[in-house]
C-alpha cells in the first residue's frame, strides 16, 4: 500500500473510532484568477450523543465562526451577527 493511500486509512481508522475526538485541520480554497485561502479549523466529536462541531481559528475574518450538528440538525454560527 503506498504512503497517501497508509495515511488516508490511518485518519479514515481513527474518524472511525468509538469515543470522543478533536482534530486540527486546514483546508486550501483555490479558484481561478483569485488568492488562495488557507483555512485552520478544530474539529470535536462528541461520540455519545453523535455532535460535531467545526471551530474556524484562521484567516482572521472567519475566526470564531462555526458549525455544529446536532440532533440531525446543522447549526452555522458567525460571530459578527450575535455581537449585537
Do not use: C
Not at 7 to 14: I, N, R, S, T, W
Not at 32 to 54: P, W
Not at 55 to 60: A, I, M, S, V
Request: glycine share 4%.
Amino acid at each position: 500500500m503506498s504512503e497517501p493511500h497508509k495515511l488516508l486509512k490511518a485518519v479514515d481508522d481513527q474518524q472511525n473510532s468509538l469515543g470522543d475526538f478533536h482534530s486540527l485541520i486546514y483546508m486550501e480554497q483555490k479558484e481561478k484568477d483569485k488568492i488562495t485561502l488557507l483555512y485552520e479549523a478544530h474539529v470535536y466529536r462528541r461520540n455519545e450523543d453523535r455532535r460535531f462541531m467545526l471551530l474556524f481559528t484562521q484567516p482572521k475574518s472567519e475566526q470564531g465562526k462555526g458549525y455544529l450538528y446536532s440532533d440531525k440538525n446543522l447549526w452555522r454560527y458567525d460571530p459578527k451577527v450575535a455581537a449585537d
